[in-house]
C-alpha cells in the first residue's frame, strides 16, 4: 500500500519515536526523499510491517528457522518469532512469505564503487553500482580502495540524504602501495609520507585504509600506526608484507586469503612480492603446519580475512562465470571483450583445482575459529559485477562445503561485526531492519541467493528486479 508523501513523513516519524523509546541511543535513518531517484524504487512504505509464513536464516549461524513473523516498525526489527505466536500491532501492513527465504541485508567487506574490465577499461559506477548492490541485497558496503575518493564521498552524502539507492558505505581511502605500483595509487616512500597520507584522509572524512601489494614493512607499519592514533582501521592486499607479517604489524585485517599470501613462498626477500605468488599459492597444502601458523597468528590477534572467491574465479579455466544477468547488465563491448577475455582464460588459464583449494583455505581459516567476512571486488577482467559477485561468493562458499546458515553468517554478520555495525547483520529484535527476501529457499538451492524480490533497507523496502532493469547495459558506461 502506497502512501501520500506526507502522510507517510509523519507517520514514519512517530514510528522513529516510538522506536527510539524502545531503544535509547537508536537514530532515525533518513528515509528516501519524494520526488528523487531515492524514491523511484520504494515498493513497502508502510511505518509497520509484518512479513509472516518465512523461512528465516538469521546470520548468526543458529538454526533455520521456518514459518516465522518479523516485524518491523519504523527502522527497526521489533519481534521475530513463529508464526501465530508474534503480536502483528493494528494497522500493520502484511506480507506472505510463505515460499520465501529472509536474510540479514549482505556487507559487502570489498566492494568497490569502480570497475575494471577487459580491454583495459576502467569505469567509476556511481549510477549502477549502487543499484546493483541494494538491488541484489547488499545494504552496506566497504570500498575498500578507492580512484576517485571525492566521488564515492559526494555518493555517500547522497545516499545518506535519501535522495539517491543505494547501501550504506564505509568509505576507504586511496590505495597505499609501495614503488613500482600501479598509477593512480599513492607509493609511499618514507614512513612520514606515510603519516601525513594518513593524517589528510583522515580529515576527510575516510574510516578506512588499505595496503597494496608492494607496500615495504617501514611504510605498512607507520601507517598502521598513525591510522589507530587517527581512529582508522587499515586492511591490505597484500604480497610484499606477508599476513603473519602484517598481523606483527598491527593490520587489522586481511583481503583475498590464499591467492595473495606470501608467508610460503620459499625463499622470499624482505619486502619482495613475487610475480607468481598466485599460482605458488594456489598448491599449498591448506592442512600444513605453515598454514596452521598462520591461522593461529591471525586468529590470536583479532584479524579477519576477507574472501573474494567470485572474483578469483573468472580467471581458472572451465568455471560456470556466464551468468546471463551479468552479461545482460554489461555495456556492448564490455560484453564483447570480456566474453573474449573468458575463452581465452578457458584455454590457458588456472588449474580450477586451484580455486578450490583457496576455497578449502578459507574453510579451514574458518573452522579453526577465524573471522571470514566476503566481498566481490568488481576488478579484474569485468566478470564479477557488484552485488551480483556477493551473490556467487555464497554459492562458492557453499561449493567448499560451508554450511548455508555458516555462509549467510559470513556474508552478514561477520561483516557488520569487522566495521563496527552492532545494529547490523542479524535477523534479531532491535536490529535495523536490513532484511533481504528472497523467492524460494535458500536452504535447498544455493540459486535462490539470486531470486531477490525485495530488499529492505533502514525499514524501507525497495523493488529488487526494478533496480536491477535499470541498469541493464549500462555496467562500464555509468
Not at 613500482?180 to 606515510?194: D, F, K, R, W, Y
Not at 591467492?259 to 594456489?282: F, H, V, W
Not at 590470536?300 to 568455471?319: I, N
Not at 544455493?446 to 528486479?465: E, H, L, M, Q, W
Request: proline residues 6%; charged residues 20%; hydrophobic residues 40%.
Amino acid at each position: 500500500m502506497r502512501r501520500p508523501a506526507a502522510i507517510l513523513a509523519a507517520t514514519a516519524a512517530l514510528a522513529a519515536l516510538a522506536i527510539a523509546t524502545a531503544y535509547p541511543g537508536t537514530a532515525s535513518a533518513q528515509r528516501p526523499v519524494p520526488g528523487t531517484a531515492g524514491a523511484r524504487y520504494v515498493a513497502v512504505d508502510a511505518e509497520i510491517v509484518a512479513l509472516t509464513g518465512a523461512t528465516v536464516v538469521d546470520g548468526t549461524g543458529g538454526p533455520v528457522q521456518r514459518g516465522r513473523t518479523v516485524v518491523i516498525e519504523g527502522n527497526r526489527i521489533t519481534a521475530v518469532g513463529p508464526d501465530g505466536a508474534v503480536d502483528i500491532p493494528d494497522g500493520a501492513e502484511v506480507m506472505d512469505l510463505a515460499g520465501h527465504t529472509v536474510i540479514p541485508g549482505m556487507v559487502g567487506l570489498h566492494n568497490h564503487l569502480y570497475y575494471t574490465a577487459a580491454g583495459g577499461r576502467a569505469a567509476q559506477l556511481t549510477h549502477s553500482a549502487p543499484r546493483l548492490y541494494l538491488g541484489s541485497g547488499v545494504t552496506t558496503v566497504r570500498t575498500t580502495g578507492s580512484r576517485q575518493p571525492y566521488a564515492e564521498i559526494n555518493l555517500r552524502e547522497v545516499i545518506e540524504a535519501g535522495r539517491a539507492p543505494g547501501p550504506r558505505i564505509h568509505i576507504t581511502a586511496p590505495y597505499i602501495t609501495g614503488g613500482g605500483g600501479i598509477s593512480g595509487m599513492t607509493m609511499l616512500e618514507s614512513p612520514e609520507q606515510a603519516r601525513r597520507f594518513v593524517r589528510y584522509w583522515a580529515a576527510e572524512g575516510a574510516t578506512r585504509l588499505k595496503a597494496y601489494t608492494r607496500i615495504s614493512s617501514e611504510a605498512l607499519g607507520a601507517a598502521i600506526e598513525e591510522a589507530h592514533a587517527q581512529g582508522i582501521k587499515v586492511t591490505g592486499h597484500i604480497c610484499s608484507v606477508s599476513f603473519t607479517e602484517a598481523v606483527e604489524l598491527g593490520i587489522d585485517n586481511i583481503e583475498h586469503g590464499l591467492p595473495t599470501n606470501s608467508d610460503y613462498y620459499p625463499g622470499r626477500g624482505k619486502d619482495e612480492c613475487p610475480n607468481d605468488i598466485m599460482s605458488q599459492a594456489l598448491s599449498v597444502d591448506v592442512n600444513s603446519p605453515e598454514v596452521e601458523h598462520t591461522f593461529r597468528t591471525m586468529i590470536d590477534a583479532g584479524v579477519p580475512m576477507t574472501s573474494t572467491l567470485a572474483v578469483y574465479e573468472l580467471f581458472f579455466q572451465g568455471r560456470p562465470v556466464r551468468d546471463q544477468r551479468t552479461l545482460d547488465a554489461m555495456s556492448p563491448a564490455v560484453r564483447e571483450d570480456y566474453l573474449a577475455s573468458k575463452a581465452q582464460i578457458d584455454e590457458v588459464g588456472q588449474d580450477p583445482a586451484g580455486l578450490l583449494n583457496a576455497i578449502a583455505y578459507e574453510k579451514a581459516f574458518y573452522d579453526a575459529g577465524g573471522v571470514l567476512a566476503a566481498g566481490v571486488d568488481p576488478t579484474g577482467n569485468g566478470g564479477a559485477l557488484p552485488g551480483y559477485g556477493d551473490q556467487r561468493n555464497y554459492e562458492l562458499l557453499l561449493e567448499g562445503g560451508f554450511a548455508p546458515v555458516d555462509a549467510v553468517k559470513v556474508m552478514t554478520a561477520n561483516g557488520a561485526m569487522i566495521l563496527g555495525e552492532d545494529d547490523l547483520g542479524t535477523v534479531e529484535a532491535g536490529k535495523i531492519a536490513d532484511l533481504v527476501v528472497l523467492s524460494g529457499d535458500l536452504t535447498a538451492d544455493p540459486a535462490v541467493i539470486r531470486n531477490v524480490t525485495v530488499v529492505f533497507k533502514d525499514g524501507v523496502g525497495y523493488d529488487s528486479p526494478m533496480m536491477l532493469e535499470d541498469v541493464r547495459g549500462q555496467v562500464g558506461i555509468r
